[in-house]
């Protein structure tokens, strides 16, 4: 049999070999096949015999589901397909760019650049114009530098939340559109 340690809190939830205590099962032998309810000693003898672990893979049923397998092969090909799943993901990140109403030109234009980096590489980008003092009088400032970094963006993106008010600051969120 496996070496396993059947005391081990890392089985999450999982119990095995000892550690099922229900009168009988329904076993599921190493090739896949069912071989219907049987005594939990049984199945166990059975699994001893092949020098393989008996692991309840489905506590819930009715009798429990158990499988006769290697349960150290079985954990390490669990966590291989965790860790490959988590490489498919795509995590997204949201930037900030922060500006003020009185932005010069030049200024416009880098910040827009980096705004089209950050959608290229797949991010969404908030926008916030930060109002000083007096500034707080036209807002309407604000959303014509809004409008004008969206005229200088070349690619397709999409706009998820549009511009508003937030105390001192208006602000704007924006992402890549999807390609199809």
Do not use: W
Request: net charge positive; proline share 3%.
């Amino acid at each position: 049999m496996a070496n396993v340690n059947t005391t081990n809190s890392n089985n999450k939830g999982q119990r095995i070999n000892e550690m099922i205590r229900v009168r009988e099962v329904r076993l599921i032998d190493d090739e896949g096949n069912q071989l219907g309810i049987v005594p939990t000693m049984e199945a166990l003898n059975m699994a001893r015999d092949k020098d393989l672990d008996l692991v309840e893979v489905s506590p819930n049923a009715n009798p429990p589901v158990c499988k006769i397998l290697d349960y150290g092969k079985y954990k390490f090909e669990q966590e291989k397909k965790l860790r490959d799943s988590k490489k498919n993901q795509k995590v997204l990140k949201l930037k900030e760019i922060r500006m003020q109403p009185k932005i010069g030109a030049g200024d416009l234009d880098t910040k827009a650049k980096h705004i089209q980096e950050f959608l290229n590489e797949g991010d969404k980008v908030k926008v916030t114009i930060r109002f000083r003092g007096r500034e707080l009088a036209h807002t309407d400032l604000g959303f014509d530098v809004l409008n004008e970094v969206l005229k200088r963006l070349t690619s397709a993106y999409v706009i998820e939340k549009p511009a508003a008010m937030d105390g001192r600051n208006m602000s704007m969120t924006i992402s890549a559109k999807a390609a199809k």
